[in-house]
């Protein structure tokens, strides 16, 4: 007896030890009906599917096809699920050999976008050298619905053209088995493109060995959307996705850049035809442009600056109005209205393109110039204290967006939270009138602060103020104010409202002006 229960006992021992488990996972690619889970395994097999419900417990689970893995990926599966319903928070797992990990650091979950328009936030930071930081545990409180990492995600500089685990690896070392940074991306969804340090090194660009095998490795480990020229060793990053009214365009700003251009002319062309689609479509552009947009050094669009007025006079030329860029590179927290960066040759009119440089999510501080309209820049103190931003979007489905830029710091601890500087803008849509902009009484009304808790109007002259109407973004009437007064400025306590996006339509003596307002809490 005592022999049978000891070779039951070795046959679960052998079984427990050679099952198949996960070792990494983390999401991406999400959609109002679909996503992404990219996961390393201990072992080979080809029964390898994802699995996801909305209940923790997995106990109604959805299932993707099987997948097969082996050492030719490094032991990595991307796996795809669709038929997904919009709007829902998933819990997500991996089943190998008909056994299901559901040990709970190998748990992640994400929420699928609405199909259509909504409002949401979402996180975005590049530059990191400590994966440990507590800054991760800071934004996955946030609850965003992604994160947008926007280059330099490691400092490993790897660089090998014969050896590809040197660009393999450092996705394991320095990001999925660190506690806080994969604690992060196990609840919320990635969108990443590298910069230098994580592609092949300081300053790398096309002349580099390293390039094929991290656009491999890339392809292995990160769960990510289609790229706009398909996988292959030799083709940039390059991919775009739509979440509610916003088109998000992420350019390869490194694997094809060479001395005198950074996108080489495939990748323009995607890039525009990327921008006329969104105006055609009504969507707002969010550009996430690596580097600074705004940098004067040898490193970032300055030196390209030919390329860089090209592309702001096909913006202009081709009524590209509503963009904004967001940027990492620059160890600094820095927003600018617009107003700074107009790069467009004289033969073009000009828009401005509001820009939210966020950086460094864990590393000291650096500047590489530009000028910026809301606060100047915060730089990182130190390696020790993170920086982030935060993006939010107001749509209730009107003729407008409105968007909110907030950057933190965060200290050592993650116990001080800091606003750094915030700005938001309120953009028409393409096919909207024209009403909230273009005319001398609304350009003399301002509501400031905004976002506020209080509604505080501001006359550029003391005017006869006759009445405020305020609408929420879909046009229902939730507040109405006979003012009847002259005065230079006019305030509301408004405790009734929720926090969100409205459209304030203020009647003067001079006629009637509307301007967007963001109530915050």
């Not at 507590?134 to 926007?150: A, G």
């Not at 040759?345 to 939210?356: D, E, G, L, R, T």
């Not at 203020?506 to 967007?516: R, V």
């Given at each position: 007896?005592?022999?049978?229960?000891?070779?039951?006992?070795?046959?679960?021992?052998?079984?427990?030890?050679?099952?198949?488990?996960?070792?990494?996972?983390?999401?991406?690619?999400?959609?109002?009906?679909?996503?992404?889970?990219?996961?390393?395994?201990?072992?080979?097999?080809?029964?390898?599917?994802?699995?996801?419900?909305?209940?923790?417990?997995?106990?109604?689970?959805?299932?993707?096809?099987?997948?097969?893995?082996?050492?030719?990926?490094?032991?990595?599966?991307?796996?795809?699920?669709?038929?997904?319903?919009?709007?829902?928070?998933?819990?997500?797992?991996?089943?190998?050999?008909?056994?299901?990990?559901?040990?709970?650091?190998?748990?992640?979950?994400?929420?699928?976008?609405?199909?259509?328009?909504?409002?949401?936030?979402?996180?975005?930071?590049?530059?990191?050298?400590?994966?440990?930081?507590?800054?991760?545990?800071?934004?996955?409180?946030?609850?965003?619905?992604?994160?947008?990492?926007?280059?330099?995600?490691?400092?490993?500089?790897?660089?090998?053209?014969?050896?590809?685990?040197?660009?393999?690896?450092?996705?394991?070392?320095?990001?999925?088995?660190?506690?806080?940074?994969?604690?992060?991306?196990?609840?919320?969804?990635?969108?990443?493109?590298?910069?230098?340090?994580?592609?092949?090194?300081n300053n790398s660009d096309s002349s580099f060995v390293g390039?094929?095998?991290?656009?491999?490795?890339?392809?292995?480990?990160?769960?990510?959307?289609?790229?706009?020229?398909?996988?292959?060793?030799?083709?940039?990053?390059?991919?775009?996705?739509?979440?509610?009214?916003?088109?998000?365009?992420?350019?390869?700003?490194?694997?094809?850049?060479?001395?005198?251009?950074?996108?080489?002319?495939?990748?323009?062309?995607?890039?525009?035809?990327?921008?006329?689609?969104?105006?055609?479509?009504?969507?707002?552009?969010?550009?996430?442009?690596?580097?600074?947009?705004?940098?004067?050094?040898?490193?970032?669009?300055?030196?390209?600056?030919?390329?860089?007025?090209?592309?702001?006079?096909?913006?202009?030329?081709?009524?590209?109005?509503n963009l904004f860029i967001l940027s990492g590179d620059a160890?600094?927290?820095?927003i600018d209205n617009g107003i700074n960066g107009n790069f467009?040759?004289?033969?073009?009119?000009?828009?401005?393109?509001?820009?939210?440089?966020?950086?460094?999510?864990?590393?000291?501080?650096?500047?590489?110039?530009?000028?910026?309209?809301?606060?100047?820049?915060?730089?990182?103190?130190?390696?020790?204290?993170?920086?982030?931003?935060?993006?939010?979007?107001?749509?209730?489905?009107?003729?407008?967006?409105?968007?909110?830029?907030?950057?933190?710091?965060?200290?050592?601890?993650?116990?001080?939270?800091?606003?750094?500087?915030?700005?938001?803008?309120?953009?028409?849509?393409?096919?909207?009138?024209?009403?909230?902009?273009?005319?001398?009484?609304?350009?003399?009304?301002?509501?400031?602060?905004?976002?506020?808790?209080?509604?505080?109007?501001?006359?550029?002259?003391?005017?006869?103020?006759?009445?405020?109407?305020?609408?929420?973004?879909?046009?229902?009437?939730?507040?109405?104010?006979?003012?009847?007064?002259?005065?230079?400025?006019?305030?509301?306590?408004?405790?009734?409202?929720?926090?969100?996006?409205?459209?304030?339509?203020?009647?003067?003596?001079?006629?009637?002006?509307?301007?967007?307002?963001?109530?915050?809490?």
């Amino acid at each position: 007896m005592r022999n049978a229960v000891f070779i039951l006992l070795s046959v679960l021992a052998v079984q427990l030890f050679s099952q198949n488990e996960v070792i990494y996972s983390w999401s991406g690619a999400i959609t109002f009906n679909s996503a992404k889970v990219n996961a390393k395994m201990s072992d080979t097999s080809a029964t390898i599917r994802l699995v996801v419900d909305d209940d923790s417990t997995f106990s109604s689970p959805n299932f993707s096809i099987y997948y097969s893995v082996d050492s030719s990926t490094n032991y990595m599966v991307s796996m795809d699920i669709n038929g997904l319903a919009q709007q829902t928070k998933y819990f997500y797992a991996v089943e190998a050999g008909g056994v299901i990990d559901l040990s709970a650091e190998d748990v992640g979950s994400f929420k699928t976008f609405a199909n259509g328009p909504f409002s949401y936030s979402f996180v975005i930071g590049s530059c990191i050298i400590n994966g440990e930081h507590k800054v991760f545990d800071v934004m996955k409180n946030m609850s965003p619905s992604f994160y947008i990492n926007m280059g330099d995600l490691h400092y490993e500089n790897p660089n090998s053209g014969t050896d590809i685990n040197i660009h393999r690896l450092p996705y394991e070392n320095a990001v999925l088995s660190k506690t806080k940074f994969s604690q992060f991306l196990k609840n919320v969804p990635i969108t990443y493109v590298w910069d230098d340090h994580d592609f092949s090194g300081n300053n790398s660009d096309s002349s580099f060995v390293g390039k094929e095998n991290a656009r491999i490795a890339y392809h292995e480990y990160v769960p990510h959307y289609p790229l706009a020229f398909g996988f292959g060793p030799t083709k940039p990053i390059a991919q775009s996705f739509t979440v509610g009214r916003v088109h998000f365009i992420l350019t390869d700003l490194r694997s094809e850049r060479y001395t005198f251009q950074i996108m080489k002319p495939a990748q323009r062309a995607w890039f525009e035809s990327e921008c006329l689609y969104a105006r055609d479509n009504n969507l707002i552009i969010a550009w996430m442009s690596t580097y600074s947009w705004y940098g004067t050094g040898t490193d970032n669009w300055a030196f390209f600056s030919s390329e860089r007025t090209d592309i702001n006079d096909f913006f202009y030329c081709n009524d590209i109005k509503n963009l904004f860029i967001l940027s990492g590179d620059a160890h600094m927290l820095a927003i600018d209205n617009g107003i700074n960066g107009n790069f467009s040759s004289s033969s073009c009119p000009s828009y401005s393109y509001p820009v939210f440089q966020a950086a460094a999510i864990v590393n000291g501080g650096s500047y590489k110039g530009g000028v910026f309209s809301e606060g100047g820049y915060f730089m990182n103190p130190d390696n020790t204290v993170g920086q982030f931003g935060k993006v939010d979007v107001y749509d209730s489905g009107g003729d407008s967006i409105c968007i909110a830029f907030e950057g933190y710091r965060v200290d050592s601890t993650g116990s001080a939270l800091t606003l750094m500087n915030s700005y938001d803008f309120c953009r028409l849509l393409p096919n909207t009138s024209v009403f909230f902009h273009g005319n001398s009484l609304v350009n003399s009304i301002r509501i400031q602060p905004n976002p506020s808790n209080s509604l505080n109007i501001h006359f550029q002259e003391k005017v006869l103020l006759k009445s405020i109407k305020i609408y929420s973004t879909n046009g229902n009437l939730v507040r109405i104010d006979n003012a009847n007064v002259f005065t230079f400025e006019y305030s509301l306590t408004l405790n009734e409202l929720n926090s969100a996006c409205y459209i304030v339509q203020i009647e003067t003596e001079n006629g009637i002006a509307k301007k967007y307002w963001i109530k915050n809490k």
